[in-house]
Structures are given as C-alpha cells and as structure tokens.
T-cell receptor, first 109, second 115 residues
Framework: GQQVMQIPQYQHVQEGEDFTTYCNSS?????IQWYKQRPGGHPVFLIQ???SGEVKKQKRLTFQFGEAKKNSSLHITATQTTDVGTYFC?????????WGLGTSLAVNP | EAGVTQFPSHSVIEKGQTVTLRCDPI?????LYWYRRVMGKEIKFLLH????????ESGMPNNRFLAERTGGTYSTLKVQPAELEDSGVYFC?????????????FGDGTRLSIL
C-alpha cells in the first residue's frame, strides 16, 4: 500500500552543523505537514505545505515541497541543542494521511 | 486555551487485564484521533471521531480495542484483554476541522506497558 519513506532514521550532529530530513512518497501528495516531538513529549505541529515547489521558513528551519509533490524536506541551519527530538512528516493524498517513521536528531554541544 | 489532555500518563498492567485510557480534546474540536507509537516505529493511526461518530476506525488492530466518545466530548480507549504487543505510547489528537489540511494538536500521551 501507500508508503511514506522518511530518511534518515537517525542523525547525530555537532552543534552548529546543518541537518536535513527527507520525506518521500511513490505517489503524488495533496499536502504535507511536519511535526516535532521532543524526547518524552508529544508531536507538535510545525508547518504545512500544499503547493508544488513551495518553500517556507521558520527562523533556522526551511521546509520544501517538491515540484512533483512527491517529496519534502526539512532543513535546519546551524543546529542547536534545543533542536533535539524526532521530526515527523505527515503526508496526505486523496485517500488517506500517512505518517513517516520519523527522523531522530541528536545534537552534541 | 487548555490543550489536549490524556489520562493516565502511565499505566503498567499485566497481560489479560483491562485498561481504559481517556482523552479530553481541546474545547470545540469536533475531530478526535487516537494513535499509537511503539518505540522506534511510526505513529500509527487507530481511529478518528467526528463528534460522537466513528469516521474511520480502519487502524484499530482487533476487537480487543474499543473506543467511545459518548456525547462528542471526551473519548475513552479500552483494551480488554491486554496483550504484550499492545505496549506503546497512545496519543490522542484533536483538530477543529477534519480535513487533510487541518493541523492536529496532540496530548502528552499515555505510556502503556503490558507485563
């Protein structure tokens, strides 16, 4: 069935390095949402992308929706220890909404 | 505005016992969702209520799980009898609308451990 692949599953970076997680689908998506879950916490909505090629920024975070609306990325510039957590994509097509496996980010101070 | 609240935060029970989880959505949110996350796995959808009606229960694993939302306010998820594979964190989320573009607001989850 429909799957959303999120890569990498884990990423360990030094504070100040950049970080990117990718969400890929085999079929065209209607929208994609990104959530962040801090350790021991719950997923918190970050942003939603709807348009082909859309790019949105939140401070050091840049979110992108591919031209074909089959993939998306979340890029963090100059990571900080407060960025630690698991980042999930939640992708929608005409039939259902699917969560990615999540990318767990660890940041060394 | 109070967020989504879940009770209990943790539950440890033995295999074969019954557990009931509760979720209070944000006031005014007609849409309520239950999810489960097993360590290292994806957030798995269980079901979706619109008010008191089950809109989609395709994610419910089996008939040991029963979700209710009488009166369209809070919801309960009962597991009876609990099995080892039911362990995980059960999240509840609510949203104002039920469309695919509606962001969901999550509770802190109930960490369920079956011994």
């Amino acid at each position: 069935g429909q799957q959303v692949m999120q890569i990498p599953q884990y990423q360990h970076v030094q504070e100040g390095e950049d970080f990117t997680t990718y969400c890929n689908s085999s079929t065209t998506l209607s929208n994609i949402q990104w959530y962040k879950q801090r350790p021991g916490g719950h997923p918190v909505f970050l942003i939603q992308l709807v348009k082909s090629g859309e790019v949105k920024k939140q401070k050091r975070l840049t979110f992108q929706f591919g031209e074909a609306k089959k993939n998306s990325s979340l890029h963090i510039t100059a990571t900080q220890t407060t960025d630690v957590g698991t980042y999930f994509c939640r992708a929608g097509n005409n039939r259902k909404l699917i969560w990615g496996l999540g990318t767990s980010l660890a940041v060394n101070p | 505005e109070a967020g989504v609240t879940q009770f209990p935060s943790h539950s440890v029970i033995e295999k074969g016992q019954t557990v009931t989880l509760r979720c209070d959505p944000i006031s005014g949110h007609d849409n309520l969702y239950w999810y489960r996350r097993v360590m290292g796995k994806e957030i798995k959808f269980l079901l979706h209520f619109v008010k008191e009606s089950k809109q989609d229960e395709s994610g419910m694993p089996n008939n040991r799980f029963l979700a209710e939302r009488t009166g369209g306010t809070y919801s309960t998820l009962k597991v009876q009898p609990a099995e080892l594979e039911d362990s995980g964190v059960y999240f509840c989320a609510s949203s104002q609308g039920g469309g695919r573009t509606q962001p969901q607001h999550f509770g802190d989850g109930t960490r369920l451990s079956i011994l």
